[in-house]
């Protein structure tokens, strides 16, 4: 197969990824992310529901619920009784975890405040945030991947940062898998797109039949 013609097929891959599954998860949680102290602490939540081993449609729902709750930054999440946050994530579908987790919720925000002052701008400053979100209670290594590749759009530093569940997704519909070459495919606000729509065709098989066949 000559270049040029893996270069258009890759091209066409990328367009239907993006227009079939391009809505990152923040997006999707109702985040508007932005280098700001709300979004940021937002996008945590988000990356704390969606490590566990849940839905991910769920885990998105729930994060709604505890926003639409009023529990948006870290203070009147930490301000929030342990049932508010049970009830918030039980709304959402988040049974399982829903005990653990609300008290995990309220750790964390505890945290963040003391640590950060709320802000975890401040942690992007203090150091390296792949390293600091693991001090953070209920985010492990899953949670700092997806955090991070949400974020790479307003943090550019950590771009392109396609983790190895984004890479199972370029491997399935027929992508290469290293972060440089997905980078060269997009442009640099599309990163964190690209990433969540190779997620998804990682975790549905169905989806990334679809992407194929309209590519």
């Not at 890759?10 to 227009?19: A, E, G, P």
């Amino acid at each position: 197969m000559s270049e040029k013609h893996t270069s258009d097929k890759n091209t066409s891959v990328v367009r239907s990824l993006l227009d079939r599954q391009g809505t990152t998860y923040a997006a999707e949680a109702g985040i508007t992310l932005r280098n700001t102290p709300g979004s940021l602490y937002q996008l945590l939540v988000l990356a704390h529901l969606l490590s566990a081993r849940i839905k991910a449609d769920i885990a998105v729902a729930s994060a709604r619920a505890l926003f639409d709750a009023g529990m948006r930054d870290p203070r009147k999440m930490a301000d929030a009784t342990w049932q508010q946050r049970v009830d918030a994530l039980g709304e959402g579908g988040y049974r399982r975890y829903d005990e653990r987790t609300a008290t995990q919720l309220g750790e964390a925000a505890e945290l963040v405040l003391r640590e950060y002052d709320g802000d975890l701008r401040r942690m992007r400053e203090a150091g390296d945030p792949k390293k600091l979100l693991r001090e953070i209670t209920g985010i492990g290594p899953s949670g700092v991947d997806i955090f991070l590749r949400e974020a790479q759009g307003v943090w550019p530093e950590f771009a392109p940062y396609f983790d190895r569940k984004a890479q199972e997704g370029a491997e399935r519909v027929g992508l290469p898998k290293s972060a440089a070459s997905l980078e060269k495919l997009v442009s640099a606000k599309d990163l964190p797109r690209l990433a969540a729509a190779l997620v998804r065709v990682a975790l549905h098989a169905d989806a990334a039949q679809e992407v194929r066949a309209a590519a």
